[in-house]
């Protein structure tokens, strides 16, 4: 078939507000948000993130509060990351076993404050609980050790789902974390909570914001490089989507997010799963500083961005503006 001008004139279709609705392609809706929150100590204390603007790290009461908030929205997710104080944080991240540490006690929370009206999605790896920053244990030249490393997080993911977890997420990157926490769930009679896997996750100069969120940055030595991608690889990605598939996922995640639009499509076609992206802190205080500058509307340009993400392929969005999001999408 050969269309051509003046049989069809593509503008027709445009010419109305009324006409753009009916032909509009993609549709977002609060559910495809999820919303990532940090959480730290104390009681009634909200503290501003200085890096991201309109952030705040909240204490588990004030996490419970959001919790019922996003319920409200119709925001069907929260993703839950803990700023450890310094004193809590060692070589080898032990709190991050603790059964009452401050991710376990905001998962409670917010059971209690939700009950099963939200989902809680929790982040496995060990940066929010190392002294040295890294996502795993480090050996003496501080290479993050891959099998030992899997051993820990396989606890920290049972610690989790033994408080309440929904989604249990591996950030961490090492090889064969996925099959080894899938057979641990099953094991321990947690056959329902799912794994989305950071499958495709880079080493990425768009994550400074959240280190300082978590309290990593001034502790953070080296780079990431020996275990998050090159973000010049896309069949890597592939291959990293395709093995967490196998190990049992239930779905995956690519990050960050707007630069690598081309793998959600490309996983999303090949695969044919859900896949999530995680707009991550960089893009968010992108967005933020562009607004601030008056380059252009902050609303205008932040649903733009979260249209892209579900025209690329992707099943949700992780991003910090999900609240904002969700209030200008429910009018
Ligand atoms: C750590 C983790 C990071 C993010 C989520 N989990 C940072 C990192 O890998 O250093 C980044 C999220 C963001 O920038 O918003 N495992």
């Known amino acids: 078939m050969t269309r051509s001008y003046p049989n069809t004139r593509l503008r027709r279709t445009r010419a109305s507000a009324w006409s753009r609705a009916m032909h509009r392609e993609t549709v977002l809706t609060s559910a495809d948000l999820i919303w990532p929150l940090f959480v730290t100590e104390g009681q ?84 929010p609980y190392t002294t040295h920053g890294q996502d795993g244990l480090v050996d003496q030249g501080g290479y993050v050790v891959n099998d030992d490393t899997v051993a820990v997080l396989v606890d920290q993911a049972l610690n989790q789902a033994e408080a309440g977890a929904d989604i249990i997420a591996p950030s961490d990157m090492m090889d064969g974390r996925v ?40 502790v953070l030595k080296g780079d990431k490089k020996t275990y998050q991608m090159d973000p010049a690889n896309a069949l890597e990605a592939l291959a990293e ?45 992108l967005i933020e500083a562009g607004a601030a500058a008056g ?19 992707c099943s949700g969005v992780l991003t910090y503006h999900a609240p904002v999001a969700a209030r200008i999408l429910n009018g």
């Open 44 to 127: 009634g204390v909200e503290d501003p993130v200085a890096s991201l603007p309109g952030v705040s790290r909240w204490s588990v009461d004030g996490i419970a509060a959001r919790a019922k908030e996003a319920v409200e929205l119709g925001i069907p997710c929260i993703a839950l990351f803990p700023h450890t104080p310094a004193s809590l944080r060692s070589e080898k991240g032990d709190e991050a076993l603790n059964p009452d540490n401050l991710m376990c006690r905001a998962i409670r929370a917010i059971r209690d404050a939700c009950g099963d009206d939200i989902g809680i999605l929790t982040d496995v790896a060990l940066d």
């Open 179 to 218: 099959k080894a926490i899938r057979m641990a769930l099953e094991m321990g009679g947690y056959a329902n909570v799912q794994i989305m896997s950071y499958s495709a996750k880079f080493a990425s100069a768009f994550y400074g914001p959240f280190r300082d969120a978590v309290g990593s940055s001034g």
């Open 295 to 313: 380059l252009a509307d902050r609303d205008v340009l932040l649903m733009e961005k979260l249209v892209a993400f579900k025209r690329a392929g």
């Open 241 to 285: 989507v395709e093995l967490d598939l196998a190990e049992g996922a239930d779905s995956v995640m690519v990050k960050p997010g707007l630069a690598y639009l081309d793998l959600i499509w490309r996983v999303k076609d090949r695969f044919e799963v859900p896949v999530f992206a995680y707009q991550v802190s960089g893009e968010y205080a």
